[in-house]
Protein backbone atom coordinates (compact mmCIF):
# COMPACT_ATOMS: atom_id res chain seq x y z
CA UNK A 1 0.00 0.00 0.00
CA UNK A 2 1.19 3.56 -1.12
CA UNK A 3 2.60 5.40 2.33
CA UNK A 4 0.48 8.23 1.66
CA UNK A 5 -2.70 6.20 1.59
CA UNK A 6 -1.67 4.83 4.80
CA UNK A 7 -1.37 8.85 5.92
CA UNK A 8 -4.97 8.94 4.51
CA UNK A 9 -6.66 6.39 6.33
CA UNK A 10 -4.95 7.42 9.42
CA UNK A 11 -6.61 10.96 8.73
CA UNK A 12 -9.74 9.79 8.38
CA UNK A 13 -9.38 7.92 11.84
CA UNK A 14 -8.24 11.06 13.64
CA UNK A 15 -11.15 12.72 11.81
CA UNK A 16 -13.71 9.94 13.24
CA UNK A 17 -11.91 10.06 17.07
CA UNK A 18 -12.04 14.10 17.02
CA UNK A 19 -15.27 14.94 16.13
CA UNK A 20 -16.85 17.78 17.81
CA UNK A 21 -21.03 17.58 18.81
CA UNK A 22 -21.68 19.63 15.79
CA UNK A 23 -19.79 17.70 13.41
CA UNK A 24 -16.53 19.84 12.71
CA UNK A 25 -13.32 18.27 12.42
CA UNK A 26 -11.21 20.19 15.43
CA UNK A 27 -7.46 21.33 13.85
CA UNK A 28 -5.86 21.43 17.42
CA UNK A 29 -2.22 20.20 17.77
CA UNK A 30 -3.45 18.56 21.42
CA UNK A 31 -4.41 15.75 19.24
CA UNK A 32 -2.36 12.71 18.41
CA UNK A 33 -0.82 12.78 15.64
CA UNK A 34 -2.21 16.15 14.51
CA UNK A 35 1.66 16.37 12.72
CA UNK A 36 0.20 14.29 10.05
CA UNK A 37 -2.09 16.84 8.39
CA UNK A 38 -0.88 19.81 10.08
CA UNK A 39 2.39 19.06 7.81
CA UNK A 40 0.99 17.27 4.86
CA UNK A 41 -2.77 18.68 4.68
CA UNK A 42 -3.08 14.69 4.37
CA UNK A 43 -6.04 14.86 6.55
CA UNK A 44 -7.92 17.60 5.11
CA UNK A 45 -7.13 16.63 1.41
CA UNK A 46 -8.68 12.94 2.05
CA UNK A 47 -12.11 14.19 4.22
CA UNK A 48 -12.40 17.12 1.24
CA UNK A 49 -12.10 15.26 -1.66
CA UNK A 50 -15.22 12.82 0.01
CA UNK A 51 -17.32 15.64 0.46
CA UNK A 52 -16.85 17.55 -3.20
CA UNK A 53 -16.65 13.77 -4.76
CA UNK A 54 -19.84 15.61 -7.02
CA UNK A 55 -18.17 18.79 -7.67
CA UNK A 56 -15.37 17.80 -10.63
CA UNK A 57 -13.43 21.53 -10.52
CA UNK A 58 -12.90 20.97 -6.82
CA UNK A 59 -12.17 17.57 -6.86
CA UNK A 60 -9.87 18.11 -9.46
CA UNK A 61 -7.86 20.41 -7.56
CA UNK A 62 -7.55 18.55 -4.31
CA UNK A 63 -6.59 15.30 -7.07
CA UNK A 64 -3.67 18.26 -7.74
CA UNK A 65 -2.75 18.51 -4.28
CA UNK A 66 -2.16 14.96 -3.88
CA UNK A 67 -0.64 14.04 -7.19
CA UNK A 68 2.30 16.64 -5.50
CA UNK A 69 2.43 14.58 -2.47
CA UNK A 70 2.42 11.72 -3.99
CA UNK A 71 5.78 12.92 -6.36
CA UNK A 72 7.32 14.35 -2.98
CA UNK A 73 6.57 11.85 -0.17
CA UNK A 74 10.19 11.40 0.97
CA UNK A 75 10.30 15.22 1.29
CA UNK A 76 6.98 14.77 3.77
CA UNK A 77 8.56 11.78 5.01
CA UNK A 78 11.46 14.13 6.03
CA UNK A 79 9.39 17.04 7.46
CA UNK A 80 7.59 14.76 9.47
CA UNK A 81 10.99 13.48 11.14
CA UNK A 82 11.97 16.70 11.48
CA UNK A 83 9.23 17.91 12.93
CA UNK A 84 8.80 14.86 15.38
CA UNK A 85 13.23 15.32 16.31
CA UNK A 86 12.68 19.23 16.93
CA UNK A 87 9.20 19.83 17.23
CA UNK A 88 8.84 22.38 14.70
CA UNK A 89 9.97 22.92 10.91
CA UNK A 90 12.47 25.11 9.65
CA UNK A 91 11.43 27.91 7.15
CA UNK A 92 14.07 26.22 4.67
CA UNK A 93 12.53 22.81 4.51
CA UNK A 94 8.89 24.19 3.66
CA UNK A 95 7.33 22.80 0.81
CA UNK A 96 7.13 25.07 -2.31
CA UNK A 97 3.54 25.99 -2.97
CA UNK A 98 3.77 26.68 -6.99
CA UNK A 99 1.26 24.06 -8.79
CA UNK A 100 -1.09 23.76 -11.05
CA UNK A 101 -4.59 22.43 -10.83
CA UNK A 102 -3.18 18.84 -12.06
CA UNK A 103 -0.50 19.07 -9.93
CA UNK A 104 2.34 19.78 -11.70
CA UNK A 105 5.15 22.59 -10.87
CA UNK A 106 4.04 26.10 -12.43
CA UNK A 107 6.10 29.07 -12.57
CA UNK A 108 2.77 31.32 -11.35
CA UNK A 109 2.96 31.53 -7.64
CA UNK A 110 -0.56 30.64 -8.23
CA UNK A 111 -3.66 31.11 -10.62
CA UNK A 112 -4.91 34.03 -10.90
CA UNK A 113 -8.35 33.66 -9.59
CA UNK A 114 -8.95 37.49 -9.23
CA UNK A 115 -8.62 37.48 -5.16
CA UNK A 116 -9.87 40.52 -3.71
CA UNK A 117 -8.74 40.00 -0.10
CA UNK A 118 -6.44 37.85 2.38
CA UNK A 119 -6.89 37.07 6.24
CA UNK A 120 -3.78 35.09 7.20
CA UNK A 121 -4.28 32.96 9.85
CA UNK A 122 -1.66 32.34 12.62
CA UNK A 123 1.18 34.41 10.74
CA UNK A 124 3.25 34.48 13.35
CA UNK A 125 4.64 30.62 12.51
CA UNK A 126 6.14 31.93 9.87
CA UNK A 127 8.78 33.94 9.84
CA UNK A 128 8.12 37.43 9.09
CA UNK A 129 9.94 37.80 6.08
CA UNK A 130 7.76 35.33 4.44
CA UNK A 131 5.04 37.65 4.35
CA UNK A 132 7.12 40.91 3.39
CA UNK A 133 7.45 38.44 0.27
CA UNK A 134 3.94 37.37 0.12
CA UNK A 135 2.65 41.20 0.16
CA UNK A 136 4.73 42.17 -2.55
CA UNK A 137 3.59 39.25 -4.84
CA UNK A 138 0.18 39.74 -4.12
CA UNK A 139 0.60 43.49 -4.88
CA UNK A 140 2.05 43.18 -8.24
CA UNK A 141 -0.64 41.09 -9.14
CA UNK A 142 -3.31 43.20 -7.33
CA UNK A 143 -2.69 46.28 -6.02
CA UNK A 144 -5.75 47.09 -4.37
CA UNK A 145 -5.85 43.18 -2.54
CA UNK A 146 -6.49 43.45 1.42
CA UNK A 147 -4.17 41.55 3.23
CA UNK A 148 -4.95 40.96 6.98
CA UNK A 149 -3.33 38.87 9.48
CA UNK A 150 -4.51 37.52 12.62
CA UNK A 151 -2.67 39.12 14.91
CA UNK A 152 -4.04 39.52 18.59
CA UNK A 153 -1.46 41.64 20.51
CA UNK A 154 0.50 44.45 19.38
CA UNK A 155 0.09 44.98 16.12
CA UNK A 156 2.51 47.45 15.75
CA UNK A 157 5.71 45.25 13.63
CA UNK A 158 3.23 43.75 11.20
CA UNK A 159 1.36 47.12 9.97
CA UNK A 160 4.92 49.36 8.98
CA UNK A 161 3.90 48.75 5.33
CA UNK A 162 6.09 45.92 4.48
CA UNK A 163 3.98 42.85 5.80
CA UNK A 164 0.04 43.50 6.32
CA UNK A 165 -2.53 46.28 5.22
CA UNK A 166 -4.46 45.65 8.89
CA UNK A 167 -5.02 42.81 11.34
CA UNK A 168 -8.54 41.13 13.01
CA UNK A 169 -8.69 44.05 15.70
CA UNK A 170 -8.89 41.75 18.85
CA UNK A 171 -7.62 44.53 21.05
CA UNK A 172 -11.12 46.47 20.06
CA UNK A 173 -13.24 44.06 20.79
CA UNK A 174 -12.10 43.68 24.04
CA UNK A 175 -12.98 47.61 24.60
CA UNK A 176 -16.34 46.93 23.00
CA UNK A 177 -17.51 44.18 25.60
CA UNK A 178 -15.92 45.80 28.34
CA UNK A 179 -17.52 49.00 27.68
CA UNK A 180 -20.74 48.20 26.24
CA UNK A 181 -21.08 44.67 27.57
CA UNK A 182 -20.06 44.03 31.19
CA UNK A 183 -19.14 47.25 32.18
CA UNK A 184 -15.80 47.10 33.57
CA UNK A 185 -14.98 50.48 32.28
CA UNK A 186 -16.42 53.79 31.92
CA UNK A 187 -17.13 56.33 28.71
CA UNK A 188 -13.89 57.97 29.62
CA UNK A 189 -11.59 55.17 30.01
CA UNK A 190 -13.08 53.75 26.62
CA UNK A 191 -12.43 56.85 24.96
CA UNK A 192 -8.60 56.75 26.13
CA UNK A 193 -7.84 52.97 25.17
CA UNK A 194 -9.54 54.43 21.77
CA UNK A 195 -7.18 57.10 21.43
CA UNK A 196 -4.08 55.04 22.09
CA UNK A 197 -5.09 52.09 19.50
CA UNK A 198 -5.36 54.89 17.05
CA UNK A 199 -2.04 56.28 17.43
CA UNK A 200 -0.52 52.93 18.06
CA UNK A 201 -1.95 52.11 14.34
CA UNK A 202 -1.62 55.46 12.92
CA UNK A 203 -2.87 55.82 9.47
CA UNK A 204 -3.35 51.77 9.38
CA UNK A 205 -6.60 52.29 11.65
CA UNK A 206 -8.71 52.88 8.78
CA UNK A 207 -7.35 49.28 7.31
CA UNK A 208 -8.10 47.01 10.84
CA UNK A 209 -10.45 44.86 10.58
CA UNK A 210 -13.06 45.37 13.27
CA UNK A 211 -15.03 42.63 14.65
CA UNK A 212 -16.85 41.38 17.74
CA UNK A 213 -17.45 37.52 16.86
CA UNK A 214 -15.07 35.03 15.19
CA UNK A 215 -14.22 31.37 14.99
CA UNK A 216 -12.12 31.45 17.82
CA UNK A 217 -14.10 33.79 20.25
CA UNK A 218 -17.64 33.27 21.18
CA UNK A 219 -20.07 34.92 19.92
CA UNK A 220 -21.11 38.35 20.54
CA UNK A 221 -24.83 37.58 21.46
CA UNK A 222 -23.76 35.33 23.51
CA UNK A 223 -21.22 37.49 25.66
CA UNK A 224 -24.05 40.24 26.12
CA UNK A 225 -26.35 37.05 27.28
CA UNK A 226 -28.78 37.62 24.57
CA UNK A 227 -29.01 41.12 25.10
CA UNK A 228 -30.36 42.58 22.63
CA UNK A 229 -30.16 46.33 23.23
CA UNK A 230 -26.24 45.78 24.11
CA UNK A 231 -25.52 43.95 21.63
CA UNK A 232 -27.33 46.91 19.22
CA UNK A 233 -25.14 49.73 20.59
CA UNK A 234 -22.09 47.51 20.39
CA UNK A 235 -22.76 46.91 16.62
CA UNK A 236 -23.29 50.15 15.68
CA UNK A 237 -20.15 51.46 17.90
CA UNK A 238 -18.27 48.16 15.07
CA UNK A 239 -20.25 50.03 11.80
CA UNK A 240 -19.64 53.69 12.50
CA UNK A 241 -15.91 53.55 13.58
CA UNK A 242 -12.84 54.20 12.02
CA UNK A 243 -11.70 50.82 10.21
CA UNK A 244 -13.18 47.89 8.15
CA UNK A 245 -16.54 46.10 9.97
CA UNK A 246 -16.56 42.63 9.88
CA UNK A 247 -19.40 40.42 9.94
CA UNK A 248 -18.87 36.86 11.60
CA UNK A 249 -21.54 34.96 9.75
CA UNK A 250 -24.88 34.49 11.44
CA UNK A 251 -24.33 37.11 13.64
CA UNK A 252 -26.71 39.25 11.38
CA UNK A 253 -29.56 36.56 12.22
CA UNK A 254 -28.73 36.09 15.85
CA UNK A 255 -26.51 33.22 16.31
CA UNK A 256 -25.28 31.98 19.25
CA UNK A 257 -22.30 29.95 20.57
CA UNK A 258 -19.93 29.99 22.85
CA UNK A 259 -15.93 29.63 22.86
CA UNK A 260 -14.30 27.27 19.95
CA UNK A 261 -15.74 25.12 18.69
CA UNK A 262 -19.47 26.15 19.42
CA UNK A 263 -18.74 29.02 17.43
CA UNK A 264 -18.37 27.79 14.45
CA UNK A 265 -21.61 26.51 14.18
CA UNK A 266 -23.12 25.66 10.75
CA UNK A 267 -25.03 28.66 9.34
CA UNK A 268 -28.78 28.73 9.99
CA UNK A 269 -30.14 29.02 6.36
CA UNK A 270 -34.57 28.97 7.34
CA UNK A 271 -35.46 32.35 7.78
CA UNK A 272 -38.48 31.36 9.96
CA UNK A 273 -35.32 30.59 12.86
CA UNK A 274 -33.77 34.42 12.08
CA UNK A 275 -34.40 37.05 14.35
CA UNK A 276 -35.51 39.66 12.40
CA UNK A 277 -35.07 42.36 14.88
CA UNK A 278 -31.26 41.66 15.00
CA UNK A 279 -31.38 41.29 10.94
CA UNK A 280 -32.73 44.68 10.70
CA UNK A 281 -30.14 46.40 13.18
CA UNK A 282 -27.38 45.58 10.78
CA UNK A 283 -29.13 45.74 7.72
CA UNK A 284 -29.63 49.45 8.69
CA UNK A 285 -26.46 50.58 9.93
CA UNK A 286 -24.58 48.48 6.80
CA UNK A 287 -27.10 50.80 4.13
CA UNK A 288 -26.14 54.08 6.40
CA UNK A 289 -23.11 53.78 6.11
CA UNK A 290 -22.50 52.94 1.98
CA UNK A 291 -24.69 56.03 1.96
CA UNK A 292 -22.06 58.07 4.24
CA UNK A 293 -18.64 58.75 3.15
CA UNK A 294 -17.61 59.99 6.45
CA UNK A 295 -17.70 56.91 8.22
CA UNK A 296 -15.81 54.81 5.46
CA UNK A 297 -13.10 57.14 5.67
CA UNK A 298 -13.79 60.46 7.61
CA UNK A 299 -11.92 61.82 10.87
CA UNK A 300 -13.01 60.54 13.98
CA UNK A 301 -13.69 63.11 16.93
CA UNK A 302 -15.02 62.64 20.55
CA UNK A 303 -17.51 64.90 21.49
CA UNK A 304 -18.64 63.93 24.75
CA UNK A 305 -17.57 61.27 27.73
CA UNK A 306 -19.19 60.98 30.98
CA UNK A 307 -20.32 58.15 32.78
CA UNK A 308 -21.34 55.57 30.78
CA UNK A 309 -22.37 58.26 27.60
CA UNK A 310 -20.21 58.33 25.01
CA UNK A 311 -20.83 60.82 21.51
CA UNK A 312 -18.28 61.33 18.79
CA UNK A 313 -18.48 62.72 15.07
CA UNK A 314 -17.51 61.55 12.26
CA UNK A 315 -16.89 63.64 9.49
CA UNK A 316 -15.81 63.95 5.65
CA UNK A 317 -15.81 67.68 3.78
CA UNK A 318 -19.60 68.37 4.13
CA UNK A 319 -20.74 64.93 5.24
CA UNK A 320 -21.22 64.56 8.99
CA UNK A 321 -22.54 61.89 11.70
CA UNK A 322 -22.76 61.70 14.96
CA UNK A 323 -23.07 58.81 17.11
CA UNK A 324 -24.76 59.08 20.57
CA UNK A 325 -24.00 56.04 22.63
CA UNK A 326 -25.74 55.34 26.25
CA UNK A 327 -24.32 51.81 27.72
CA UNK A 328 -25.97 52.77 30.80
CA UNK A 329 -29.18 54.19 32.86
CA UNK A 330 -31.69 56.35 31.13
CA UNK A 331 -30.98 60.29 30.48
CA UNK A 332 -33.60 62.29 31.04
CA UNK A 333 -30.96 65.65 29.01
CA UNK A 334 -28.56 65.39 27.06
CA UNK A 335 -26.18 67.98 25.85
CA UNK A 336 -23.71 67.47 23.19
CA UNK A 337 -21.09 71.04 22.84
CA UNK A 338 -20.58 71.71 19.43
CA UNK A 339 -18.51 74.33 19.41
CA UNK A 340 -15.34 72.65 18.43
CA UNK A 341 -17.20 70.54 15.60
CA UNK A 342 -16.07 70.91 12.28
CA UNK A 343 -19.22 71.82 10.86
CA UNK A 344 -22.90 72.92 12.44
CA UNK A 345 -26.35 71.92 11.44
CA UNK A 346 -29.37 73.67 12.79
CA UNK A 347 -31.29 70.22 13.40
CA UNK A 348 -30.23 66.75 13.42
CA UNK A 349 -32.59 63.58 12.68
CA UNK A 350 -32.04 59.63 13.97
CA UNK A 351 -31.80 56.94 11.71
CA UNK A 352 -33.74 54.56 14.02
CA UNK A 353 -36.29 56.46 15.34
CA UNK A 354 -36.79 59.61 12.91
CA UNK A 355 -36.61 62.02 15.60
CA UNK A 356 -35.23 65.31 15.08
CA UNK A 357 -32.87 67.12 17.61
CA UNK A 358 -31.75 70.98 17.40
CA UNK A 359 -28.52 72.49 18.28
CA UNK A 360 -29.02 75.47 20.98
CA UNK A 361 -26.16 77.72 21.77
CA UNK A 362 -23.72 75.62 20.04
CA UNK A 363 -24.88 72.67 21.62
CA UNK A 364 -26.90 69.93 20.32
CA UNK A 365 -30.02 68.81 23.06
CA UNK A 366 -31.40 65.87 22.98
CA UNK A 367 -33.99 64.52 25.98
CA UNK A 368 -34.86 61.35 27.51
CA UNK A 369 -31.90 58.83 25.72
CA UNK A 370 -33.31 55.38 26.63
CA UNK A 371 -30.76 53.21 28.92
CA UNK A 372 -28.34 50.69 26.92
CA UNK A 373 -29.91 52.84 23.10
CA UNK A 374 -28.20 54.71 20.50
CA UNK A 375 -29.01 57.47 18.51
CA UNK A 376 -27.29 57.78 14.82
CA UNK A 377 -27.44 61.13 13.59
CA UNK A 378 -27.26 63.01 10.45
CA UNK A 379 -28.18 66.68 9.63
CA UNK A 380 -31.62 67.73 9.57
CA UNK A 381 -32.84 70.43 6.73
CA UNK A 382 -36.27 71.31 7.62
CA UNK A 383 -37.05 73.90 10.06
CA UNK A 384 -36.43 73.65 13.50
CA UNK A 385 -39.85 73.62 14.55
CA UNK A 386 -40.22 70.05 13.42
CA UNK A 387 -37.45 69.06 16.22
CA UNK A 388 -38.07 67.46 19.31
CA UNK A 389 -37.50 70.35 22.06
Same mark, same amino acid.
Given at each position: ???????????????????????????????????????????????????????????????????? !???? =??????? *?? $???? @?????? #????????????????????????????????????????????????????????????????????????????????????????????????????????????????????? !???? =??????? *?? $???? @?????? #??????????????????????????????????????????????????????????????????????????????????????????????????????????????????????????????????????????????????????????????
Amino acid at each position: MDRLDVLYIKSIEIIKENQSGFGLFIASPEFENYKYCWQCDGTFIAYSMNLCRNNSFLRKYYCGINNI !LKVR =SKKIKQL *ID $TYNK @NGFIDK #KNVLPTRFSLEGKITETEWPEFQIDGWRIDIPWKVPRDFWQIFKKKVKKINPDAYIIGEIWRDASPWIEGDTFDGVMNYRLRDLVIDFFIKDSIDAEDFDYELLYLRELHDLNAYKM !LNLL =SSHDVPR *IL $TVAN @NNIKRL #KISVVFLMTYIGAPMIYYGDEIGMVGENDPDCRRTMIWDKSLWNKEINNIYRKLIRFRMEHESLRSGSFKTLLVFNRLYVYQRLKGSDAVIVVLNAGEKQDKVTVPLKNSAIFYESWVDLFTKNKYKVVGNCLEIKNVSKLSALLLKPDKTESKNCVA
